[in-house]
């Protein structure tokens, strides 16, 4: 079986179009379709359905997926090995993360890994955190850090790092406002927020709950820069993190104050660092995992 078939197998089957992942693979999509097409003639069955909309696994293709990526990941396996021989680490990690974090940590982490892993490839991809579980558990990621992940089977979790979660409002409309805000008090200001589930949504209104009051939604926006070009044009107030706003064009026209929760502790939510559980983590995942910890501790507000 030649390997080069499987992996393109493989990425078709995984992202369900040749378009895309012909795309991805920066490969022909006539070169692409034959080389899958002469997989198929050896194994002697029909991998994918092909339709109009694209391409979906057939009942053999779905069982040679779930071994191809064990076969793939083996041999990722060997050749980190081969490289430890070396001296060194090497293979390609995916890591994902969410667009506010990838702004923090993106430039500092990549410098970071080409020093320390010359060998390796880094390949970043942003994503919400709903979305990236479901990228790990079909092995398109390999590490992802997720706001407040729910708890999955066959995902790893570790905590990475909190982050304040603060009410961000337009300079010009907050007049002379300044200081602390209760939970309560920011439950009343009209919010521009990401629509459900957004992690960060989902964590406002659990905490607003438990203090006995509900947020009052003036607008659902996925999209933290929309949400501050709204926020910045007078349509509300948002909650969102320091670095969130810190990756606005003009951060100053915000002002931020902090959400206090009933007991006094200010509003937080953690990130944590996500792993299948069902493929075992490889050397240059794990020098990942380190770096990434220290690039988080260094880069992330975590006051």
Do not use: K, W
């Not at 992202?15 to 693979?25: D, I, N």
């Not at 607003?208 to 509900?214: K, L």
Request: hydrophobic letters at 45%; glycine letters at 8%.
């Amino acid at each position: 079986m030649d390997l080069r078939q499987l992996e393109y197998f493989i990425r078709v089957a995984e992202l369900g179009s040749f378009t895309r992942a012909s795309a991805a693979l920066g490969v022909a999509q006539p070169a692409l379709s034959r080389q899958v097409r002469q997989l198929e003639v050896e194994l002697r069955q029909n991998l994918l359905q092909r339709n109009g909309r694209g391409a979906v696994p057939t009942e053999a293709g779905a069982l040679l997926l779930e071994h191809g990526r064990g076969i793939l990941h083996q041999v990722q396996r060997v050749r980190e090995e081969m490289a430890r021989l070396r001296g060194g680490l090497a293979g390609r990690v995916a890591l994902g993360l969410p667009p506010t974090v990838a702004r923090a940590l993106a430039i500092p982490l990549t410098h970071e890994f080409r020093a320390r892993l010359p060998e390796a490839r880094l390949a970043l991809i942003e994503a919400l955190s709903a979305n990236m579980q479901e990228q790990l558990t079909s092995g398109r990621l390999d590490v992802a850090v997720l706001y407040n992940p729910q708890p999955a089977p066959g995902i790893e979790t570790a905590l990475l790092a909190s982050e304040q979660l603060l009410l961000v409002q337009a300079r010009a409309q907050a007049g002379g406002s300044a200081g602390d805000v209760t939970i309560a008090q920011a439950s009343r200001a009209p919010l521009v927020i990401p629509s459900r589930p957004n992690a960060i949504r989902m964590h406002v209104e659990a905490r607003m709950a438990a203090a006995g009051c509900t947020p009052l939604v003036a607008l659902e926006i996925d999209g933290v820069r929309t949400i501050l070009d709204l926020v910045e044009g007078g349509a509300g107030a948002a909650v969102l993190s320091r670095q969130a706003v810190a990756s606005a064009p003009r951060p100053e026209a915000f002002t931020t104050r902090r959400i206090l929760l009933p007991g006094g502790e200010p509003l937080r939510i953690h990130l944590y660092t996500a792993q299948s559980a069902l493929r075992p983590s490889t050397g240059t995942q794990q020098a990942l995992l380190a770096l990434l910890r220290q690039v988080a501790q260094e880069h992330l507000d975590q006051q």
